[in-house]
């Protein structure tokens, strides 16, 4: 079983939808990230979570610790968004520095 | 704009070269890392650096090795290249012992073994 799971796998919505993606973890961590990759595959950096909630624009990322679960919503979807999105954890004194991730969530948003 | 600037951003390469994978970051970062990611694996660590001339195997680091010379420059190589190295690499960077800080990217280099 993986450490990190992701779920959906794949994603399509209409412009305009609200969008979850869900990420589960079986590690202790000390915090939780949310990445994105465009076609290409450069990855950016839209949060890093140890509790609570944070929101970016469209974008909110929550964390439950004892439920081991976080979850990223798109309001307001628009193709821009389309890409894939990438839960990773650090695992609580695990290997310096290094994350574990998901395999991914590849979302397409149509016009 | 900090930045983590990798080489090419594809290349084609033969069988049996020797292929060299460059990474500079401009942060001062003490963390540098080498993954590759291919289709329903997810990223997979190849190998890190937590200083100059330090570095840690990760998961996958059978036919590769790698070298620090320098904080800012993190290579991969290829000693001899095999299509079963085919793959999209990624490098990153990150604070050392900063726990809750984030990780910065590179843009990723797709290599071709034929």
């Known amino acids: 079983k993986n450490e990190v799971e992701q779920s959906p796998q794949n994603l399509t919505a209409q412009e305009g939808e609200f969008i979850t993606i869900n990420c589960s973890y079986s590690v202790g961590i000390s915090a939780l990230h949310w990445l994105q990759q465009h076609p290409g595959g450069g990855i950016v950096s839209l949060f890093m979570?140890?509790?609570g909630k944070k929101k970016h624009g469209r974008l909110i990322a929550t964390i439950n610790i004892q439920e081991k679960h976080s979850s990223l919503h798109i309001t307001a979807s628009h193709p821009r968004d389309s890409a894939v999105y990438i839960c990773a954890v650090k695992n609580y004194g695990g290997s310096q520095g290094n994350l574990i991730f998901g395999k991914g969530t590849k979302l397409s948003v149509k016009p | 704009d900090v930045k983590v600037t990798q080489s090419s951003r594809y290349l084609v390469k033969r069988t049996g070269e020797k292929v060299f994978l460059e990474c500079v970051q401009d942060m001062d970062h003490e963390n540098m890392f080498w993954y590759r990611q291919d289709p329903g694996l997810g990223l997979r660590l190849i190998y890190f650096?937590?200083?100059?001339?330090?570095?840690e195997k990760g998961d996958i680091p059978e036919g590769y090795s790698v070298s620090r010379e320098k904080k800012e420059r993190f290579s991969l190589i290829l000693e001899s290249a095999s299509t079963n190295q085919t793959s999209m690499y990624l490098c990153?960077?990150?604070?050392?012992?900063?726990?809750?800080?984030?990780?910065?990217f590179g843009s990723g280099t797709r290599l071709t073994v034929v």
């Open positions: 650096s937590y200083d100059v001339k330090m570095k």
């Open positions: 990153a960077s990150s604070l050392m012992q900063a726990v809750n800080y984030g990780y910065t």
């Open positions: 979570l140890s509790s």
